[in-house]
């Protein structure tokens, strides 16, 4: 070895891009659906339309933000929709009742927490594989909104509540404000603090995280406890937009996220995931539905092409990655 | 499928004149870099043909040409004057060339027979059902010249890895092999194990199978081969025969240069950093206690099995002793926690890389700050900067090859990982170092850096304990030996007292 190729390495070591590889190649994947749905309606690249899509897309971004932490550290959250049912009629019923809004929305985000950290505890603790531990999370949660319902939806939202989540900040739909500054904390945490370190370092090699030193029941509890309150999260969204908080919403809200998290570049094997990817990829699949509304597309055939659209990012992410 | 027959296998062993194989002017390229360029090896029916190198020197490579894995650039491989052309792994071994890898793959909790038929099943039933009686019975014929012992209905996790070997090897002769490829065979067999392979290689040799074999250990090469084909840097560097030379010889051919032999200084001092009282966990670590000093190497010898790997996890708080105490700096520490022993200045360097030291995907940075990104942060955000100074200069004092810490550490080769993983515990500022088999499966040159570094370390005062299976490297590096056997400590060798003979003697003691 040389010191001239010692020093161009050297140079290397110090440059690092802002974007990696594979958030380029979710990004490709976003413009030519943008030009493609832009050439099949005129409609579909004016301002307000685009501000639709991020409207649309804002709470699987936002489910899939958490997911993202989780599949990243090795796990999988499939009780997100069920969280999300069980925050929403928590809040809905306390602000029916009167209790000032401020403390609904944080009795909300503390019960997606505690659902999350049930989730991450049992993991984390009792050894159980996450797959399960939240398939019964599925039912679980589920059942509390239910039981705790009677199974009708909470109506009486207060409407300042309502003007809240439909009104506008900065120019766009609060919504798509909030879970921007969501995407920017979960950025942070994955790539700037030792906890978005520890998350890759347990989903890549949890017994070598460990044996360096790595605190990992505490990083897995972590990862469900983002999950969980970003569901409540969601959920605040969908409540202030319908009005009301009915206990079964939510309904497969994990596939869609996990869909988001995996065209964004997130391995299910753990260790790996984007959270610029995950975006970018909430707002592949809703700009997707919204260009096929636009062209009147069947909601079947609009199934159909979600699911092609997934099964091809995941070929092209296997025959790219092989390559390189 | 083709019956077994035997007479293929010992096609003409006497006509050493022509050879079995020959790979000519093999030449492969990976995007721009070149890994082989116009290698030959040639191998004669019924030799024993080592291949050696350094990492990085293009042996895996060329095997993998062989076997089928790659293609290459260019170049021919002949068998018994019959030009191929291998486009994949099967092709390979229909051709008559085996491969029994470093890492033996098999599916753990299938049986011996169902192992050696995986994709090649006996059937009955017009071809619908395995037949399974069928396959345990040839496999019991054929085990049955290698070792009795093995039960072929066995699930093949029950089989210690020498076993494990043989039923690759039970393998390679059903197959008619004509050219078995062996890649670091003995990287987890115990010595007399090593003997019970060696003598087999013979008998295979005895019968016209050719065989290459790679090793990294000079005295295997010796004991086993008789020719030896040394590459360095994807070039051929000599073809020699062993009865002419020495290990020296073929080491400096394989580095390019002479290593010097160096002798061993001691940086021990009287002072005690890491007291271990009574530590036990079940038979594998039986009521162990000892001193360690400051500026110490203290080196654990042992056979495979003899709890050294146990101990050292016990230390490190990795796994929960039954009973027993490690105090260090005078301190007690809490047992298995990882985090308790870490910060109170202890760092474990793996035996089982992959498995227990690497994050494979993330840069190097990210696996040298591992254990102590706390305290490269400000105010909960990491200072990535800081981490890329420092593991800069730390992994450039070890000559990290290549030097691009932003690189996933999975892509280095096994010595340069080592070296992240040593300067993960450097850049921790830990004083206490655990190294367990710091030199398996890495080459000559790599070696005598590790070795250097480990002498570094002490020089700098810090306490270091070394588990070596081989020998030499203890009587290179130790200051102190500890030998143990079935779990207990039975002995400690100083100074003069350290040697093989000594060492072996205690290791297979029973206490």
């Known amino acids: 070895m040389n010191n001239a190729t010692n020093a161009t390495q050297t140079a290397k070591a110090g440059f690092k891009l802002p974007f990696g590889m ?8 976003l413009v030519i659906i943008f030009a493609v749905f832009s050439w099949l309606s005129p409609v579909f690249f004016t301002g307000p339309n685009l501000i639709n899509i991020l409207q649309q897309s804002s709470i699987n971004a936002c489910i899939a933000l958490g997911m993202t932490l989780v599949i990243v550290s090795g796990g999988i959250d499939l009780s997100v929709g069920p969280i999300a049912a069980l925050s929403a009629v928590v809040a809905a019923s ?23 950290l049930f989730n991450g505890a049992l993991i984390a603790y009792a050894g159980l594989q996450p797959f399960i531990v939240t398939l019964g999370g599925l039912s679980l949660y589920r059942a509390l909104s239910l039981i705790y319902t009677g199974g009708n939806p909470v109506y009486g939202i207060p409407p300042e509540f309502r003007a809240f989540t439909n009104g506008d900040t900065l120019g766009l739909p609060t919504p798509v404000v909030i879970v921007a500054v969501i995407a920017l904390i979960c950025w942070t945490v994955l790539n700037k603090t030792p ?8 989903g890549g090699n949890q017994e ?14 972590s990862a469900f406890v983002f999950s969980g309150v970003l569901a409540a999260v969601a959920a605040l969204i969908l409540v202030g937009r319908l009005g009301a908080a009915d206990p079964t919403l939510g309904n497969l809200w994990e596939l869609d996220a996990i869909a988001a998290a995996a065209i964004g570049g997130a391995s299910l094997m753990g260790g790996k995931g984007s959270i610029v990817g995950t975006v970018m990829g909430a707002v592949i699949l809703g700009s997707l539905r919204n260009g096929l509304t636009l062209m009147n597309v069947q909601a079947f055939y609009q199934l159909l092409a979600t699911g092609i659209i997934i099964i091809a990012a995941m070929l092209i992410d296997s025959a790219t990655r092989k390559s390189g | 499928m083709p019956d077994s027959t035997t007479n293929s296998i010992i096609a003409d062993p006497q006509n050493t004149s022509i050879d079995r194989l020959r790979l000519d002017g093999i030449s492969k390229r990976f995007s721009g870099h070149v890994a082989l360029n116009q290698v030959d090896l040639h191998v004669k029916p019924g030799e024993v043909h080592g291949l050696v190198g350094e990492n990085g020197a293009g042996k895996s490579t060329l095997l993998n040409i062989l076997s089928g894995v790659l293609s290459a650039d260019s170049g021919n491989i002949t068998i018994d004057g019959k030009v191929l052309n291998i486009k994949s792994p099967l092709q390979a071994r229909t051709n008559g060339i085996a491969m029994i890898h470093q890492e033996l793959q098999h599916v753990p909790e299938l049986s011996v027979a169902q192992n050696m038929f ?16 069928q396959q345990e019975r040839v496999a019991l014929e054929v085990l049955a010249t290698l070792d009795p012992d093995i039960n072929p209905s066995a699930p093949i996790r029950t089989l210690k890895v020498a076993q494990r070997q043989l039923i690759e090897i039970a393998r390679a002769l059903m197959e008619d092999a004509k050219v078995i490829a062996m890649d670091e065979p003995t990287s ?21 199978v050719s065989i290459i074999y790679v090793s990294h250990k000079m005295n295997e090469i010796f004991e086993v081969c008789t020719r030896a084909t040394v590459l360095r840097d994807g070039q051929n560097i000599a073809v020699a025969t062993l009865a002419e030379t020495n290990a020296a010889g073929i080491t400096a051919s394989m580095v390019g240069r002479d290593l010097v032999e160096a002798t061993h200084i001691s940086h021990a001092t009287k002072d005690p950093i890491l007291e271990v009282t009574n530590l036990r966990r079940g038979k594998h670590v039986k009521d162990a206690s000892f001193t360690l000093h400051r500026g110490e190497v203290l080196g654990i010898a042992g056979l495979v099995g003899a709890g050294r790997t146990e101990l ?71 200072r990535r900067k800081q981490i890329a100074a420092t593991s800069l200069e730390i992994l450039r004092d070890m000559d990290l090859r290549p030097l691009n810490i932003a690189k996933p550490i999975g892509t280095f080769s096994g010595g340069n990982q080592q070296k992240v993983i040593i300067g993960r515990w450097l850049a921790a500022s830990a004083d206490i170092m655990l190294f367990d088999e710091p030199t398996r499966g890495i080459d000559v040159g790599a070696k005598a850096e590790i070795y250097s570094l480990v002498e570094k370390l002490a020089a700098a005062g810090k306490a270091i304990i070394v588990v070596s299976s081989e020998m030499s490297e203890l009587i290179r590096l130790a200051d102190r030996v500890l030998v143990m056997s079935e779990g207990s400590i039975t002995g400690e060798l100083q100074g003069e007292k350290i040697n093989e003979g000594a060492m072996l003697e205690l290791a297979i003691a029973s206490a």
Do not use: W
Not at chain 1, 106 to 113: D, K, S, T, V
Not at chain 1, 197 to 202: G, P, R, S, T
Not at chain 2, 324 to 347: L, Y
């Open chain 2, 188 to 208: 987890s067999l115990t010595p007399a194990e090593f003997q019970q392979l060696a003598r087999l290689i013979e008998d295979l040799a005895g019968r016209g």
């Open chain 1, 195 to 202: 906890l978005g370190e520890y998350f890759m370092a347990v």
């Open chain 1, 94 to 116: 306390l602000m029916v009742a009167g209790v000032p809004i401020p403390l609904a929305v944080m009795a909300a985000l503390g019960a997606g927490a505690l659902c999350g």
């Open chain 1, 22 to 29: 594979r958030d380029f190649g979710t990004f490709i994947g």
């Open chain 2, 118 to 133: 995986l994709g090649r099943s006996i059937t009955h039933m017009g071809g619908v059902l395995v037949n399974r009686k």
């Open chain 2, 312 to 382: 050292l996890r016990l230390i490190a708080g990795i796994d929960r002793p039954d009973a027993g105490t490690v105090h260090m700096h005078g301190k007690q520490v809490a047992s298995n926690d990882p985090r308790a022993a870490i910060s109170a200045g202890m760092g474990l360097l793996p035996e089982e890389r992959k498995r227990d030291g690497i994050i494979r995907d993330r840069p190097v940075t990210s696996n040298v700050a591992l254990p102590s990104f706390r305290l490269f942060s400000t105010l909960g955000l990491i």
């Open chain 1, 208 to 221: 070598a995280a460990r044996i360096a030193g790595v605190p990992v029941a505490r990083t897995k509890i």
